[in-house]
């Protein structure tokens, strides 16, 4: 296992050694903020591409097929295509909160993307009260496209931003139970930690019968949380054309479509983080040679995998659902998850507290 | 588990159940081969399905005769006015009556739309369409065309 936080240190004493203790920390600053901007817009290239394959395949649809080998340019040339379109003003929009509100959704994700733990020491934020800061930077994105919704003079948007905000604060309580519940699970709320401890085997497999039932809660919450069918009211395209960000054009749009998918590969990096390990590779107990194999392939590998995994997933799950209507949705959450969430957070804390956990 | 039935519980139970039912189509759908087609790639070995109407044909045999009587149902069955149909009339040798026979059959693609009423209406079963559908030209003359020989 290559250990990055001695990479980091290195990298941390040559420039206190060449530069002004200020000035080093602000370089750092830079770097890292580069590093996790462009890491961030790497993975919403690989997340739409899979988006477009994966759902191809459920579709029984090749995909893209023309652009590049295997479609492989298509991504760039949506992009490409996104940058060349006008940026219209809205006659009476709010001018400075609808130029600000997909500013706000991406900084949300671009946060909360800093917090997943690729590998060893590949963190940008990990503080004792992570996750804790996880759920409060993921839930600021609503602000941005209840503001997208509000200055766009839309009705459709205004609708859309109402029904997001109302649905994502709901979805926010269970998503945050079954975090609490691991929380009770492994007793830290440092990212790194977490992962640290599931060194011994994944929480979904210590936690058993609890983990599973938050585990699953955690990706029904988690869609719901990004936005996406069958939760995908706010930008209900029969109904309300786009949504929050229907008078959105060009890269306004864009970052609103850029942050739904990285949101979802957020909500599956912390699922992978919290249940199956983060970077930690999979043990079996007694089998050495195995176990050996295992830890060859690095922790990045393992991380990025268990990701993709559940953004596969997710994405299964989007193209077989058809989409809820409001009042369904907002029963499903606080009649049915709420309530589970709640008898599944005690069912833990008397697996913890009577040591039946594996 | 019929005592379930319509309880939050049981509500709780069948939703998973038909949940996982949905699941699974989609599942299958997702390793199951793909339907594209990709087009000009694949022009030896694509598959055009048989009952595709892309274009009218008259078969005719290997002597060159087809099974048209000229009695002008399919032009009257035509709502576009897509066929139109020239006779002439010859004397039969036996009987010496005289009688209508096929002068020439014009078909105009450009204005067909591919309703089948005129193959329906064919008493002989003398047109038929084909699945040839590769049938772009630049001048739209020459989608008209005679169909007997």
Same mark, same amino acid.
């Given at each position: 296992?290559?250990?990055?936080?001695?990479?980091?240190?290195?990298?941390?004493?040559?420039?206190?050694?060449?530069?002004?203790?200020?000035?080093?920390?602000?370089?750092?600053?830079?770097? !890292?903020?580069?590093?996790?901007?462009?890491?961030?817009?790497?993975?919403?290239?690989?997340?739409?591409?899979?988006?477009?394959?994966?759902?191809?395949?459920?579709?029984?649809?090749?995909?893209?097929?023309?652009?590049?080998?295997?479609?492989?340019?298509?991504?760039?040339?949506?992009? &490409?295509?996104?940058?060349?379109?006008?940026?219209?003003?809205?006659?009476?929009?709010?001018?400075?909160?609808?130029?600000?509100?997909? &500013?706000?959704?991406?900084?949300?994700?671009?946060?909360?993307?800093?917090?997943?733990?690729?590998?060893?020491?590949?963190?940008?934020?990990?503080?004792?009260?992570?996750?804790?800061?996880?759920?409060?930077?993921?839930?600021?994105?609503?602000?941005?496209?209840?503001?997208?919704?509000?200055?766009?003079?839309?009705? &459709?948007?205004?609708?859309?931003?109402?029904?997001?905000?109302?649905?994502?604060?709901?979805?926010?309580?269970?998503?945050?139970?079954?975090?609490?519940?691991?929380?009770?699970?492994?007793?830290?709320?440092?990212?790194?930690?977490?992962?640290?401890?599931?060194?011994?085997?994944?929480?979904?497999?210590?936690?058993?019968?609890?983990?599973?039932?938050?585990?699953?809660?955690?990706?029904?919450?988690?869609?719901?949380?990004?936005?996406?069918?069958?939760?995908?009211?706010?930008?209900?395209?029969?109904?309300?054309?786009?949504?929050?960000?229907?008078?959105?054009?060009?890269?306004?749009?864009?970052?609103?479509?850029?942050?739904? &998918?990285?949101?979802?590969?957020?909500?599956?990096?912390?699922?992978?983080?919290?249940?199956?390990?983060?970077?930690?590779?999979?043990?079996?107990?007694?089998?050495?040679?195995?176990?050996?194999?295992?830890?060859?392939?690095?922790?990045?590998?393992?991380?990025?995998?268990?990701?993709?995994?559940?953004?596969?997933?997710?994405?299964?799950?989007?193209?077989?659902?058809?989409?809820?209507?409001?009042?369904?949705?907002?029963?499903?959450?606080?009649?049915?998850?709420?309530?589970?969430?709640?008898?599944?957070?005690?069912?833990?804390?008397?697996?913890?507290?009577?040591?039946?956990?594996? | 588990?019929?005592?379930?039935?319509?309880?939050?519980?049981?509500?709780?139970?069948?939703?998973?159940?038909?949940?996982?039912?949905?699941?699974?189509?989609?599942?299958?759908?997702?390793?199951?081969?793909?339907?594209?087609?990709?087009?000009?790639?694949?022009?030896?070995?694509?598959?055009?399905?048989?009952?595709?109407?892309?274009?009218?044909?008259?078969?005719?045999?290997?002597?060159?005769?087809?099974?048209?009587?000229?009695?002008?149902?399919?032009?009257?069955?035509?709502?576009?006015?897509?066929?139109?149909?020239?006779?002439?009339?010859?004397?039969?040798?036996?009987?010496?009556?005289?009688?209508?026979?096929?002068?020439?059959?014009?078909?105009?693609?450009?204005?067909?739309?591919?309703?089948?009423?005129?193959?329906?209406?064919?008493?002989?079963?003398? !047109?038929?369409?084909?699945?040839?559908?590769?049938?772009?030209?630049?001048?739209?003359?020459?989608?008209?065309?005679?169909?007997?020989?």
């Amino acid at each position: 296992m290559i250990d990055f936080s001695s990479i980091n240190s290195t990298i941390d004493s040559y420039l206190h050694s060449v530069l002004p203790a200020q000035v080093a920390t602000l370089v750092e600053c830079a770097i !890292i903020a580069v590093c996790a901007i462009v890491a961030y817009l790497a993975f919403a290239i690989v997340m739409i591409f899979m988006e477009r394959k994966v759902c191809a395949a459920f579709q029984c649809r090749l995909g893209p097929t023309r652009v590049g080998f295997w479609g492989l340019l298509q991504v760039f040339a949506d992009v &490409f295509k996104m940058l060349i379109k006008e940026i219209i003003d809205i006659k009476n929009s709010d001018w400075a909160l609808y130029t600000l509100a997909p &500013f706000l959704v991406i900084m949300s994700s671009i946060i909360t993307f800093s917090c997943l733990p690729f590998d060893n020491g590949l963190q940008v934020l990990d503080f004792n009260i992570g996750v804790f800061f996880i759920m409060a930077a993921s839930s600021f994105g609503v602000l941005g496209i209840l503001l997208a919704g509000w200055s766009s003079n839309n009705k &459709f948007a205004m609708i859309g931003a109402i029904r997001s905000g109302g649905q994502m604060i709901s979805y926010e309580l269970s998503m945050s139970l079954c975090i609490l519940t691991l929380v009770v699970l492994s007793g830290t709320m440092q990212v790194s930690e977490i992962v640290e401890m599931q060194r011994g085997g994944w929480f979904i497999i210590r936690g058993h019968i609890p983990a599973v039932i938050a585990f699953i809660i955690y990706l029904i919450a988690g869609n719901a949380e990004t936005n996406r069918a069958p939760f995908d009211l706010p930008e209900a395209e029969s109904e309300l054309t786009a949504g929050f960000h229907t008078e959105y054009s060009g890269m306004g749009f864009g970052f609103f479509y850029v942050a739904e &998918f990285m949101n979802m590969f957020i909500i599956a990096g912390i699922a992978s983080t919290l249940f199956l390990g983060g970077w930690t590779p999979f043990y079996i107990p007694g089998l050495e040679g195995f176990n050996e194999a295992m830890e060859w392939i690095p922790g990045f590998v393992w991380f990025l995998g268990k990701t993709l995994f559940v953004v596969w997933l997710l994405m299964w799950v989007r193209w077989t659902f058809p989409r809820l209507r409001i009042d369904q949705v907002l029963v499903l959450e606080w009649k049915y998850l709420v309530p589970i969430g709640l008898l599944n957070l005690l069912i833990m804390t008397v697996c913890v507290v009577m040591g039946w956990t594996l | 588990m019929s005592f379930l039935n319509n309880t939050y519980i049981g509500n709780i139970l069948s939703a998973i159940g038909s949940l996982a039912t949905g699941m699974k189509v989609t599942l299958c759908e997702f390793f199951t081969r793909k339907v594209t087609e990709c087009y000009p790639e694949n022009r030896k070995t694509q598959h055009i399905a048989e009952r595709h109407r892309a274009i009218l044909r008259m078969p005719h045999d290997e002597e060159g005769k087809n099974k048209c009587i000229a009695c002008g149902l399919c032009q009257q069955a035509c709502p576009n006015g897509t066929i139109t149909i020239t006779t002439r009339s010859v004397t039969d040798e036996e009987t010496g009556k005289s009688r209508k026979v096929l002068a020439e059959y014009r078909y105009d693609l450009g204005s067909c739309m591919f309703c089948q009423l005129c193959v329906n209406a064919c008493p002989k079963g003398a !047109i038929e369409f084909s699945n040839e559908f590769e049938n772009a030209v630049f001048d739209r003359s020459k989608l008209i065309m005679k169909l007997n020989k």
